[in-house]
């Protein structure tokens, strides 16, 4: 196996596997496949990896390439709550001011590899059943895997597909999240931003809200399409949507993106963490929000997650939030 690869679960219950070496692109190619991966505040003007080979495969044909690899398990180190603490107190704040409507930090748990490594990290992404979608990179020391729930968009032609994904809960708690007014208004920041984000594209209908259940998580969820009245480019798509509200700052200013980022790189948070991470094959793209994902870089694993704070949020409450997308992470690898 070639040390770069990477990979995206694609329709018809395939992966897309690209082995490299890769070549960076400002655009996507005319034919043929490229990977589309960026950091959370968009700063590369190369975002398409074109590889050397790419196929539509199997994923269990592609995990039986990594037969032998050593199953995975990390040491994970304490969580202290006294960082994340400082930067919601300041959030508040920001949201008394009238900065924000809502944000999202990112809280970092940290730990080491004890047994496997990175690739096997990977092949348990593979596993990941709809409508979880695999994803990953993986190059020589480094890389990250993840199992996402969320499209940031898909393209096919003039039909482009996005959805709201956010309101948590506890599986055991679907009936309150259904009915619970701080988590609607959760949502319907998101689910109402991207339609006015939207609305001038083309003819956009937006679905019904209603209850994803993910194993031990369920989220809100509310699927949104646009016909659109031309054709419109990949790149300019994730520029107009990322970060939605699920991930990033409401209002979206270069002012409230920057607190966001000094939040972010304060307690940690991989660059790619709620970026778009996506794939191009033939004309079809479908965009993925990087998280529910583990990052390694030598014997290092770092478990991201998000939490979205609005004048409503409680400390407590969020905190929990984020254990439980974490423990489903963990879950989902077997770690
Ligand atoms: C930020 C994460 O998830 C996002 C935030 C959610 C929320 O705040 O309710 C729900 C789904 C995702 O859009 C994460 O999993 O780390």
Redesign the pocket.
Known sequence: MKDTWAFLGWSGGKVLVGRGPFRASAVAPESGAAFYRNDFGLSSDLPWWIPAEWALMEPAALAREWEGEEPPRVAWEALDASPFAGVFQEITTSIRWGIFEKT?P?VVERGSFVAGAGPSLAVRALAGPPPLVPYGWVDGRGGFAGMSP?HLLMLEGRMLRTMA????ARAEEREVLAVDEKEIR?HEFVAQALVSKLGDLGRLERGAREVLDLGPIV?FHTPIEVALDRDESVESLIRRLHPTP??GPLPRTGETMSRLQTWRERLGAPVEF?APFGAWVNGVARVL?A??GVWWRGEDVKL?????VIEASRLVNEWR?LRL?REAVKARFGL
């Open positions: 999202v990112v969320e994904l956010a309101g948590t959760e989220h699920a991930l709620g929000v998280i529910r991201p997650a998000g939490c979205g939030e997308k």
